[in-house]
């Protein structure tokens, strides 16, 4: 069964500097993987999206994802925050049935 | 282009009240997710339906939740009688079902309070 893990439920970072959020996904199949933020009193938006074409997968707002199989992982990154990026991220694996399962979440504090 | 409206956006009710939730999926989207939001246990997937069908509602927590999809445009997520535990935000999210690739598009949700 497909699942993934988020590492670290809180990341602080200054403003201008590197943000790095983990994911760690399991699957017996190739994967199907995705980032989602979430604001204050909003739903989820789709940052980025891993279908098999290419390894780093740019996303909106700058951001980007790194698919590595070695290492079964999918970590988020931006070269610098902004004070706009502080939200909630949410990493996510397909399922079989075209459901989608939800890591617990990794909420990002941007510091001035 | 409209994305996946919820309504109401909010809701206050007495315990024991029906609550009715109401999800207008993308137009075109054939798959449709309800989720519940909580700081305790995070974003759960209460069902989902696929071409109207519901095919997983495992995570359901109890018979006084119910869904129903009556038709391609709109679902439904019902609790009755409500009890302060349900209080959450419910999420409705819609995708297509062809392609492993496709996301799902989330709406703003429902803040539901049961007092």
């Known amino acids: 069964a497909q699942s993934v893990t988020q590492l670290g439920s809180h990341v602080s970072v200054s403003e201008g500097a590197l943000v790095l959020l983990r994911c760690n996904y399991s699957?017996?199949?190739?994967?199907?993987l995705f980032w989602y933020v979430q604001y204050p009193n909003q739903g989820l938006q789709l940052l980025l999206k891993y279908t098999s074409a290419a390894t780093l997968v740019k996303g909106i707002n700058g951001f980007e994802a790194e698919f590595k199989k070695s290492e079964t992982s999918f970590h988020l990154t931006k070269p610098s925050a902004h004070m706009s990026d502080a939200a909630e991220y949410f990493c996510?694996?397909?399922?079989?049935?075209?459901?989608?399962?939800f890591g617990a979440g990794t909420r990002l504090t941007v510091k001035p | 282009d409209a994305g996946v409206i919820q309504s109401p956006r909010h809701e206050v009710t007495e315990m024991g009240q029906e609550v009715t939730l109401r999800c207008k999926p993308i137009?075109?989207?054939?798959?449709l997710f309800w989720y519940r939001q909580t700081m305790m246990r995070g974003l759960e997937l209460l069902i989902y339906?696929?071409?109207?069908?519901?095919?997983?509602d495992s995570g359901m927590p109890e018979d006084r939740f119910s869904a129903k999809m009556p038709n391609a445009s709109f679902s439904t997520l019902k609790i009755q009688p409500s009890e302060p535990r349900d209080s959450a935000v419910y999420f409705c999210a819609s995708s297509l079902r062809q392609g492993f690739n496709q996301p799902q598009h989330f709406g703003d949700g429902t803040r539901l309070s049961i007092l």
């Open positions: 339906f696929n071409n109207n069908v519901p095919i997983d």
């Open positions: 699957s017996s199949v190739p994967p199907y």
């Open positions: 137009s075109g989207h054939n798959s």
């Open positions: 996510a694996v397909k399922g079989q049935n075209n459901d989608m399962r």
